[in-house]
């Protein structure tokens, strides 16, 4: 199997600078405890964070312009949020929302 | 979700992250082959860089033989996010030892960091090591083992989006997002509500004049004050 010191570098360079990310906070917060107000701003990252990464899925960027609507994906994020209204369970969602696309895939 | 802390809970709470990881390992698995990648240079990614979606972009990074360093800065870019997600969990694990956080730390993801998040409003916001250590591990495994499957299938399967797998971790973040805006108590629903709306008015304009990956982080951040404020505004 073939490993070029090329992608080995990219590899362990992306390795390191995504572990540092990950690890700085936890290493400060060790010592540090944070302000009530940071800790406020930051309650809202998750909210925040996982409707970002929702509206990434749903649209496709073309810069310079306005995003054009992703249809399959948006047309599934439809029964996966009623299921979630329904079922509020996590799987349940996932399973939903996988059969969702694969259907809408095979009809277009 | 329960409020049990424990292993069993923790293997049973992830699996719907395993089982979007399946999907989009595989997927990455034969996408990275498709582009050269040998298997070993996979599996060696997902367990070094570990980082779903910027694994994806270091492939056709890699395909386009971009520079070392502009492929690691863009990588830094993409999971910045990161600093964010770590810096919201880590005060729940300063109980525990500095070899523990930082182990914690290393292998947190998108989805173990929202499933935590979620399961907060259940355990009257308590975190420890040992569930977040299950899920990250559990997480972990499967997506380095999955992705190295993906490439041993390469070419057998071409068009991998068309199952659908791809959506599973999408649909994760809608069901996170809905449980989490009817199960956190501390911010009420409609200041949960308007922010997630800015946020997303704001991607939807923001897509035009900057690359998803900052802007992500950029658009976070500005829901974040909005929230502060509105949550005081509306005391």
Known sequence: MALSSYVLFVILGSGLVTWLSRVIPFILLKQFKLPKVVVNFLSFVPICIMTALWMESLFIQHLGQ???????????SI?????????????????????????????? | MTGDLDTRSALRETLPTVFGYIGIALAFGITARANGLSVLEIFLMSLITYAGSAEFVIV?????HA?????????????????????????YLSHESMVKNIWAGTLLTDETFTLSMNKLNYTDHKLNFRWLDTANLFAYTVWGVTS???????????NP??????????????????????????IKLTVQ???????AVLMFFGMKWLPQNGLLLIVTLLGCGFGVVLKHGTK
């Open chain 1, 66 to 76: 306005l995003p054009s609507l992703n249809v399959p994906n948006a047309l599934a």
């Open chain 1, 79 to 108: 029964p996966t949020l009623i299921s979630a209204m329904i079922s509020k369970n996590l799987l349940v969602i996932v399973i939903v929302g996988v059969i969702s696309l694969a259907i809408i895939n095979l009809a277009f």
């Open chain 2, 60 to 64: 056709s990074l890699l395909a386009l």
């Open chain 2, 67 to 91: 520079g070392i360093g502009s492929i690691v800065l863009s990588v830094f870019l993409v999971n910045a996010r990161m600093i964010l997600m770590s810096t919201v969990v880590a005060p």
């Open chain 2, 148 to 158: 190295a499957i993906g490439g041993m299938l390469g070419n057998l399967i071409n």
């Open chain 2, 161 to 186: 989006e068309k199952y659908g797998f791809s959506f599973a971790l999408v649909a994760m973040f809608i069901g996170l997002l809905y449980l989490q805006m009817i199960s956190d108590r501390t």
């Open chain 2, 193 to 199: 509500f308007i922010v997630a709306l800015f946020v």
